[in-house]
Nanobody
Framework: QVQLVESGGGLVQPGGSLRLSCVAS????????IRWYRQAPGKEREFVAH????????NYADSMKGRSTISKDYTRNTVYLQMNSLKPEDTAMYYC?????????WGQGTQVTVSS
């Protein structure tokens, strides 16, 4: 079955960096786009970054442009989200998502907390 497992979150000081991982299984990793979203307490889930099936196209939310990089490792079936210059407002649960046909799959999320 389709499975997405996120990891790499944690507590980091403002200005710090984290690399989130999303390990995918149960589908053709090279055949689908993967997206990262985040949800802060009391707020709606919002788009963070996208990578195309072959990794050639990426795009980012305005709030993350210039501070984050999304990439795919086809040998590990893993999507990474490198985040730099983190701010307190980046604090949220981060999720990866894949849509296969009409079905959307989410991982369980990984918590990122940016605080001094």
């Amino acid at each position: 079955q389709v499975q997405l497992v996120e990891s790499g979150g944690g507590l980091v000081q403002p200005g710090g960096s984290l690399r989130l991982s999303c390990v995918a299984s149960g589908f053709s990793f090279s055949g689908y786009a993967i997206r990262w979203y985040r949800q802060a307490p009391g707020k709606e889930r919002e788009f963070v970054a996208h990578i195309s099936p072959n990794g050639a196209i990426t795009n980012y939310a305005d709030s993350m442009k210039g501070r984050s990089t999304i990439s795919k490792d086809y040998t590990r079936n893993t999507v990474y989200l490198q985040m730099n210059s983190l701010k307190p407002e980046d604090t949220a649960m981060y999720y990866c998502k894949v849509q296969i046909g009409v079905t959307i799959y989410w991982g369980q999320g990984t918590q990122v907390t940016v605080s001094s």
